[in-house]
């Protein structure tokens, strides 16, 4: 069995962090948040090779992620030559192949059981299985309704008031047959949800869902990529290589250096080769990146700092997300904002 990921988007609502960086190695706690999704992969151990479907730096992301060795399994590449959409990315990368696959959006964190989805597709014959979860606001996304033996009965997409008759709505995550993929155009921008999952219910083929209550959420935005750290510093979704052994469910690497009269307030994380200076307080729901340093006095508040950024004494960062390299002034005050690789602020400065 393979798996495919689509992961040749450009990250565009998560710019300007995707500037330098595709969307699927931004980091999360360090760790480029693909392993994520490969992490649910590798417990189906019948899976052996995975394939990544790329256009957006693809150079980037195999320099990563290599033949899938280190993981313990097998990596593939394939790039499209244009963007294909999600239906066209999917029969562009499962050339040649027979056998079921298993599919994931490149932005979807999840802690599903994917074997799971994968037995129950097996036990109804289904030609495709669609992971469904459910939404406080429906209205924001398009609709999937299914009948009470979970067959999916139709698509609703941007649905008016009137049209929302269920809060379910696609996962991104799916189990098909490639026997149907001959109903894809070659080389043509196809969407899944809008051309190819329909052509299933017209046919009256077996197509359910597999209905998942548990975590779910889109990275693709700065306001979801910062939950995604709140949810794991406060336990609401468990990953690697965040570990918190202590009550404050606070993380400081070992070789991390915290001055004289340095607070660390948890939830936080401080990865490995940070600098803490003298009086400077790193406050809930933090997340420090590697060689990092926050000068004496700085505070740092609700705060993802990438990579080797430095910040300068007295600053004060309250909801800021850097990018890789950044230089924060003494004295400077940045809020609730996205600053991309090497941003250079000037004492002072408010932003």
Wanted: glycine content about 10%; aromatic content about 8%.
């Amino acid at each position: 069995m393979k798996a495919i990921l689509l992961a040749g988007g450009q990250g565009t609502r998560l710019r300007p962090l995707t500037l330098n960086t595709p969307k699927p190695v931004v980091p999360i706690f360090g760790r480029p948040f693909l392993h994520y999704q490969i992490d649910r992969i590798l417990q189906v151990p019948e899976i052996d090779e995975i394939i990544l479907s790329l256009n957006y730096q693809p150079e980037r992301i195999e320099a990563v992620f290599g033949d899938g060795s280190a993981l313990g399994t097998r990596i593939r590449y394939v790039v499209e030559p244009s963007p294909l959409g999600t239906a066209g990315g999917i029969k562009f990368a499962s050339q040649g192949m027979s056998d079921t696959v298993v599919v994931f959006n490149g932005d979807v964190l999840t802690q599903i059981n994917l074997a799971s989805v994968i037995s129950m597709h097996r036990a109804r014959r289904a030609t495709a299985t669609i992971v469904l979860t459910p939404v406080e606001n429906p209205a924001a996304y398009g609709l999937v309704e299914t009948d009470s033996d979970a067959n999916i009965l139709r698509f609703i997409e941007k649905p008016d008031p009137a049209q929302i008759t269920t809060n379910r709505i696609n996962a991104g995550i799916y189990v098909l047959e490639p026997s149907t993929f001959d109903r894809i155009p070659d080389g043509v921008s196809w969407s899944i949800e809008r051309k190819y999952f329909p052509s299933l219910v017209e046919r009256h083929e077996t197509f359910v869902a597999y209905l998942y209550e548990g975590y779910w959420i889109d990275i693709g935005t700065p306001d979801k990529y910062a939950q995604v750290h709140r949810d794991i510093l406060e336990g609401r979704f468990h990953a690697a290589p965040f570990v918190a052994p202590s009550a404050s469910r606070t993380s400081v690497a070992g070789d991390a250096v915290v001055g004289e009269g340095a607070a660390i307030e948890g939830p936080a994380f401080i990865d490995a080769g940070v600098t803490i200076q003298d009086g400077a307080r790193v406050g809930p729901r933090s997340v420090i990146g590697r060689g990092c340093r926050v000068g004496a006095g700085a505070v740092v508040e609700d705060s993802i700092l990438w990579n080797d950024c430095v910040v300068g004494a007295n600053a004060i960062l309250r909801g800021a997300i850097l990018g890789s390299a950044c230089r924060i002034g003494a004295s400077a005050t940045v809020g609730a904002t996205v600053l991309g690789d090497r941003t250079d602020l000037t004492d002072f400065t408010r932003a």
